[in-house]
């Protein structure tokens, strides 16, 4: 168990709709990642937050939003979802973000577009 | 797109056997981490590299950083079975704030 938790496990939702992953870092992280891993892809850098500032931005589509709240924890909001979201979110955090510390991952959200 | 590139994609190996896993850039790195994620499960760290050259061993698995520190190899002697799972490096070149995971190398064990 690594202390980073994410709700809901599992997501299935229709094309068109809007959804929201949520994300809670381990206990004193100050730093919040969000990947997406398709099927036999790697992992997807999407966006990072620190201390709720925007510290990094990855592959992001602007379909996609997220942001970090002043207790911490962290949301990731997909829109007009299509088939080709259909993929595992994992969030991960780390104390203060450095992009030499080992980053902590949660179980992860499995999102099915159908 | 992958700036790190990863291979094998697959490896299945009988319980024993040696498996190593490529890490290669084009560019140079300013350090270098191993993940592993086991099916259905999520990435774990495994190890960060940072020097050139350096070498690092945890039991059975021995990480390697090059000299030019462009690429890295995960060497895992005599597989086991709780050895299976896709193993990921991650990159960091520098000039970003952002870990690149390279495509990762899925090993499958047969008992």
């Known amino acids: 168990d690594s202390g980073v938790t994410q709700t809901p496990k599992h997501l299935i939702t229709a094309t068109g709709q809007r959804v929201t992953l949520r994300c809670s870092p381990r206990s004193g992280d100050l730093s919040v990642y969000w990947y997406q891993q398709s099927l036999d892809q790697g992992l997807q850098f999407l966006i990072q937050y620190y201390n709720g500032e925007e510290r990094a931005k990855g592959n992001i589509l602007e379909r996609f939003s997220a942001q970090q709240f002043p207790d911490l924890h962290s949301e990731l909001n997909l829109s007009s979802l299509e088939l080709g979201d259909s993929a595992l979110y994992f969030c991960?955090?780390?104390?203060?973000?450095?992009?030499?510390?080992?980053?902590?991952f949660g179980p992860g959200t499995r999102l099915l577009v159908l | 797109g992958q700036q790190v590139m990863q291979i094998p994609q697959y490896q299945h190996v009988q319980e024993g056997e040696d498996f190593t896993t490529y890490c290669n850039s084009s560019t140079t790195l300013s350090n270098i981490q191993w993940y592993k994620q086991r099916p259905g499960g999520h990435p774990v760290f495994l190890i960060q590299l940072v020097k050139s050259g350096e070498v690092k061993k945890q039991k059975r698995l021995t990480f390697q950083f090059g000299e030019a520190k462009k690429n890295s190899s995960l060497h895992i002697t005599a597989t086991q079975t709780t050895d299976v799972g896709t193993y990921f490096c991650?990159?960091?070149?520098?000039?970003?704030?952002?870990?690149?995971f390279g495509t990762g190398t899925r090993l499958q064990v047969f008992p």
């Open positions: 991960a955090s780390n104390g203060q973000g450095a992009i030499w510390e080992t980053q902590y």
């Open positions: 991650a990159a960091d070149r520098g000039n970003t704030d952002k870990l690149i």
